[in-house]
């Protein structure tokens, strides 16, 4: 337990935070006083998404304490002693082709953040999470802070956490919340992990100002958007986005939706590959979130022959299982149907008498999607 003594100053400044940051391995880091400024702002606006249906079945997001207090909507409701937040941000930029590249049509598109990997002490390649990757960087950090500070309360969060990462690495100075709602750092760009570590520390220096918003009159990511879940400027309806779609959905999907997913079966990057700030970011180099090449425009029938133990090896440690051996094959069917090769219907066929309802549907819409060319 933290003492009330322990939080007098020195405090945190935001040059250690962003050296400690650094030295555990992020590509950049930012630190804000809780609660921070734009916190009121903030939590209406996720209220608002939330009452609005956005969140589809992630019900996580809607959580409400036993005071009705809607829990990730503020972070001083599930911490009312935190005090600091160091948000942290690792690039995962990598120099291979986008999404919106011209590729094999029987080939889809793995979202470049799940194509990490690292080499092992012995010699091996394996996947990686980011999930893992950061969460163990955050808490070096941590104990590295206690050494110094002795006993004070602290969590370390990497998507998981009931916070808006987002929200808090806008406050943190960190980049600026875009049109497409990705958090974009001015030199990294959007293709970047977040992880935030809160503390019962104070922060030294309150934070002066936040980056502007740089988006301009660009529109280039609601344009692209092929499922219009970018309904509007920084609006976002999570229920058509095919990130949503392919990962956190369970079971069928809409036959509008499925057409507009193309050939994508896990996860979606249209709206960051077309993001003029992505353009000349730089190629990360952590070397614990390398690009696993047999991930970039992988061949749609190879991931078909995959069988549940397959997809596990494959897959193990990475956040593609996350969608699950059905889903991910549910995703499969309906990029073969989008691809227009005829050389899938074979399979599709056998897909369509399926136990599994998503896959079953997937794959009578992607055959008969084949059988009108
Ligand atoms: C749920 C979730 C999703 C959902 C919903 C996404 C969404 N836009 O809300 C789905 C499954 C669709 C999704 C997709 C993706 N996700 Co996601 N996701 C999350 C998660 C767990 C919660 C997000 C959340 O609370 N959403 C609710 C909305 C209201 O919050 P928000 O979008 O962050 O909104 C804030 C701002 O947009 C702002 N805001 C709202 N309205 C307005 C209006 C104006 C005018 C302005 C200026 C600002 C503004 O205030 C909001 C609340 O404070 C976070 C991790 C976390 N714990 O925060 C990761 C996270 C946001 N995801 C991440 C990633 C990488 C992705 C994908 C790129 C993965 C992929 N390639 O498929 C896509 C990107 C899609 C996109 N365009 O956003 C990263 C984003 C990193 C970054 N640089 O932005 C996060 C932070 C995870 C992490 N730890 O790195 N995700
Ligand atoms: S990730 Fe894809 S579907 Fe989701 S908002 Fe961006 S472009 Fe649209
Ligand atoms: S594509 Fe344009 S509007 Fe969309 S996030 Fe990038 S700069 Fe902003």
Redesign the pocket.
């Known amino acids: 337990m933290s003492s009330p003594d322990s939080h007098l100053e020195p405090g945190l400044t935001e040059e250690h935070a962003r050296t400690l940051a650094q030295e555990a391995g992020f590509t950049e880091a930012g630190l804000v006083a809780l609660p921070h400024v734009e916190e009121a702002r ?2 209406e ?2 209220d608002q ?1 939330v009452e609005a249906g ?2 589809g079945t ?1 019900r996580y ?1 809607s959580r409400q304490n036993d005071q009705g207090q809607r829990v ?1 909507a503020r972070v001083g409701v599930p911490f009312p002693w935190a005090r600091s937040a160091i948000v942290c941000l690792a690039s995962y930029h990598s120099a291979q082709p986008r999404s919106t590249e011209p590729a094999d049509r029987s080939a889809g598109w793995i ?3 799940a194509w990490s990997s690292r080499v092992h002490p012995d010699g091996v390649r394996r996947p990686s999470d ?1 999930h893992k990757v950061l969460l163990k960087r955050l808490k070096e950090m941590n104990s590295r802070l206690h050494e110094q500070y002795g006993e004070f309360e602290s969590r370390a ?5 009931p ?5 808090l690495a ?1 406050a943190a100075g960190l980049g ?2 875009a049109k ?5 750092h001015p030199k990294i760009g ?1 293709y ?4 935030v570590l809160l503390t019962s520390l104070a922060a030294q220096e309150a934070k002066a100002l936040t980056l502007p ?1 740089r988006c301009g009159s660009c529109r280039r990511c609601l344009d692209a958007c092929p499922t219009n879940a ?1 309904f509007a ?4 309806d ?1 229920t058509k ?1 095919i ?2 779609l392919t ?2 959905h369970r079971g069928s999907i809409s036959a509008d939706l499925m057409q507009g997913m193309g050939r994508q079966v896990f ?3 249209i ?2 590959d077309v993001c003029p700030w992505n353009r000349k970011a730089p190629i990360s180099a952590d070397d614990e979130l390398e690009a696993r090449a047999e991930l970039v425009n992988p061949v749609l029938e190879g991931l078909a022959l995959l069988d549940e133990r397959a997809f596990a090896e494959k897959f193990n440690g990475s956040p593609v299982r996350r969608a699950g051996f059905l889903g991910l094959r549910r995703n499969i069917a309906i990029a073969m149907g989008n691809s227009g090769e005829r050389q899938f219907a074979a399979r599709l066929r056998a897909w369509a008498v399926a136990a599994d309802e998503g896959l079953r549907s997937a794959a009578a819409w992607a055959l008969e999607k084949l059988e009108e060319k």
Do not use: H, K
């Open positions: 903030d939590s606006r996720f998404w956005r969140a992630m997001l990730r979202a470049r953040y980011y969060y990497v998507d998981t956490g916070v808006v990462e987002r929200a806008t600026w919340t497409n709602t990705c958090l974009i959007s970047a992990f977040l992880g918003d970018l400027p920084y609006q976002m999570a986005c990130s949503y990962i956190e996860g979606c990057d709206c960051q």
